[in-house]
């Protein structure tokens, strides 16, 4: 029998030939029939390959056809040449994707409904990887075994919840858990303040720097509101018509401003920690409600975790938007003053 046929089966008996079968060929696409089938119905009945001018397939050419995530041999980087593991999502040297999105879309979840996340030496279901967020140009773990536990939570469990940047926080994570002296800093927290807490979803952070930062924000508020008096006016101080000490609160915009600074950066040195702290309370919690049903707790996970980009937006333009009314009630008040 042909090398072709073998494994395959008649399109009309759906049973495999085997190979004392006397098998004939259609002209035109080339699928193989068992003689006496297509001689029962009179010819090949592949309507949708002859209308589509296609050829009939042997089942392992078009196994390799529709599942190249699996049957890429070999797994090589396109960017530093390595060779990796069958199985490989990311390149183990330089972590970049070895595969495309068009690669596996395809791909449905195995039979547990969750994939492994080693990405070792395994066959991963990337559709289902890539559902649960990771950025798919990175290395997912940040070069720490998937399996490895981070305060009695597994890295793979923690990837999940912290979806984007895992590379950057996984590592950090685990220096912190380590108790080691020299702290992580977090540019982000340092430069961008509540509105990273927000993005990261520490809602009750993001509240407390806020309402320190507009407090200490008010003494060089009232500072530029005497400027506009001053103009208004034509050489009347503002604080003066309050009765406030200009020597005083000079002062006290000083002190106001090395606060902030603190508070900046103290947010770049114990951001990473915070974010720590809650991600593992929300995992532990998670899992205590999700006990036994490994899929809907690794679904949980990634739907409580990840970022908010709404929550950012949203703060954003409740800024501009109080920002705008404030400034026309106040230019209204200092205008009732003059």
């Not at 279901?125 to 773990?141: A, Q, S």
């Not at 380590?178 to 702290?183: D, W």
């Not at 809650?278 to 949980?300: E, F, M, P, S």
């Amino acid at each position: 029998m042909d090398q072709r046929y073998i494994g395959a089966s008649c399109p009309i008996c759906k049973k495999e030939f085997t190979e004392n079968d006397d098998i004939v060929v259609c002209p035109d696409c080339g699928a193989p029939y068992h003689r006496s089938c297509i001689h029962t119905v009179g010819g090949c009945i592949l309507e949708d390959l002859h209308r589509e001018h296609k050829s009939w397939e042997p089942p392992k050419k078009r196994a390799e056809r529709e599942d190249p995530f699996f049957n890429d041999p070999p797994n090589r980087c396109k960017n530093c040449g390595t060779v990796n593991p069958p199985g490989s999502l990311f390149c183990e040297i330089c972590g970049s994707p070895l595969h495309s999105p068009e690669d596996v879309s395809s791909r449905t979840p195995d039979s547990s409904g969750f994939p492994p996340f080693s990405g070792r030496n395994e066959k991963q279901p990337p559709e289902d990887y890539l559902r649960y967020g990771y950025n798919p140009f990175t290395t997912p773990f940040g070069g720490l075994d998937a399996e490895e536990e981070i305060e009695e939570v597994p890295v793979k469990e923690l990837a999940i919840y912290v979806k984007e940047n895992t590379h950057y926080f996984l590592p950090r994570f685990k220096t912190i858990s380590h108790r080691q002296k020299n702290l992580p800093i977090n540019w982000c927290g340092f430069l961008l303040g509540y509105y990273y807490l927000l993005y990261r979803k520490l809602w009750v952070a993001a509240a407390v720097v806020f309402v320190l930062s507009t407090l200490l924000g008010l003494p060089s508020l009232l500072f530029s509101l005497d400027s506009v008096f001053y103009s208004l006016t034509n050489g009347v101080s503002l604080l003066e018509t309050l009765n406030l000490d200009e020597y005083k609160l000079i002062q006290l915009v000083n002190f106001c401003s090395f606060l902030s600074i603190l508070l900046r950066v103290a947010l770049g040195f114990f951001t990473n920690k915070m974010y720590m702290s809650k991600t593992l309370k929300n995992i532990k919690r998670i899992k205590g409600t999700y006990a036994g049903d490994v899929t809907a707790y690794h679904t949980a996970l990634a739907q409580k975790g990840g970022t908010s980009k709404v929550a950012v937006i949203v703060a954003v333009c409740a800024t501009i938007l109080v920002s705008s009314v404030g400034s026309a009630l106040t230019l209204n008040w200092l205008v009732s003053l003059i």
